[in-house]
């Protein structure tokens, strides 16, 4: 499953349509350049901190088919991680469309 319907009609009833779309945007773009930073490389700590976002941002939202993109990059050895980017993006995408909205990835 990519979107949890349940959780975003969840949030949705919390917060309103409207705001669930703000931070659905806003969670989105800095998904983004949290890729961005993990295609550089990061050391071990701040790779942990960016995949933990990702994962965990994407799991409050109901995001689920990234999250576990996210949890995959989570797990990849050191020498490998900046290659995580690409499937990220990729999984960022697929999302995008799964929402109704344009994919972005070059």
Do not use: K, Y
């Amino acid at each position: 499953m990519m979107i949890d319907t349940d959780r975003m009609s969840e949030l949705e009833a919390e917060i309103g349509a409207d705001d669930l779309t703000f931070i659905v945007a806003l969670f989105l773009g800095e998904a983004e350049e949290a890729i961005a930073e993990i295609a550089g490389g990061l050391a071990d700590d701040a790779h942990a901190r960016a995949t933990h976002f990702l994962r965990s941002g994407a799991l409050n939202i109901g995001l689920t088919g990234f999250a576990e993109a996210a949890d995959a990059a989570a797990a990849v050895a050191a020498p490998l991680r900046a290659a995580t980017a690409g499937p990220l993006s990729t999984a960022l995408d697929e999302t995008r469309v799964a929402l109704g909205q344009p994919a972005i990835a070059a």
